[in-house]
C-alpha cells in the first residue's frame, strides 16, 4: 500500500509531506503546491481536448486516453525516472476530495492507494485561523455584556 500523509499548520497550509515512494510523493507536492486549495483549472484542462499537457509550479502533467502522468517538472531525465500514473477517474476523485478536506482545516490530510482503490481522509479537523479570532471576540464582548448587566 502506497501513501501520503500531509500536515497542516495553523493557517491550513501544508508545512511538511511524508510519503513512502516516489510516486506518491510527486502526487503530493502536486496537491501542497499546485492544487492548494483550488484545483479548478487542473479540472478544466482534463476536458480540453486539444491540451495533452500542462504544469504548475512543481509537476508537469500529461494526459493519453484516460491515464494522466504527474512528474516533476524539474526532473532531469527525459523520460523521468519517477512519475505517478492515475486514470482520469482517479485524478478527478483526488481533486474533488482534496478541495473538500482542505477547506474543513484538518491537522492531517491522509491518501492511500492500494492498487486502483484510492481513499483520502482528513484527521483533527480544527477551526481556521479567522474562526478563531472571531469566536475569542465573541467571548470577550459576552463576558462585558455580563458585567455590564451584573454591575
Not at 497542516?8 to 496537491?31: C, E, H, P, W
Request: aromatic share 14%; with cysteine; proline share 2%.
Amino acid at each position: 500500500m502506497e501513501y501520503i500523509k500531509f500536515t497542516l499548520d495553523q493557517k491550513g497550509l501544508v508545512s511538511r509531506i511524508t510519503a513512502n515512494d516516489d510516486a506518491m510523493y510527486i502526487l503530493g507536492s502536486f496537491l501542497a503546491s499546485d492544487v492548494r486549495g483550488s484545483g479548478n483549472s487542473f479540472g478544466e484542462w482534463l476536458d480540453m481536448e486539444d491540451n495533452f499537457c500542462c504544469s504548475g509550479n512543481i509537476t508537469y502533467l500529461e494526459k493519453e486516453g484516460n491515464e494522466i502522468w504527474l512528474s516533476d517538472l524539474y526532473g532531469e531525465e527525459d523520460p523521468p525516472l519517477h512519475y505517478c500514473k492515475l486514470t482520469r477517474e482517479q485524478f478527478l476523485y483526488i481533486l474533488d476530495t482534496w478541495k473538500k478536506l482542505y477547506k474543513q482545516n484538518p491537522e492531517e490530510i491522509i491518501l492511500t492507494k492500494d492498487g486502483d482503490d484510492i481513499k483520502m481522509e482528513g484527521r483533527g479537523f480544527k477551526k481556521n485561523y479567522f474562526s478563531n479570532v472571531v469566536h475569542r471576540i465573541w467571548t470577550y464582548l459576552l463576558k462585558k455584556l455580563r458585567r455590564i448587566k451584573e454591575g
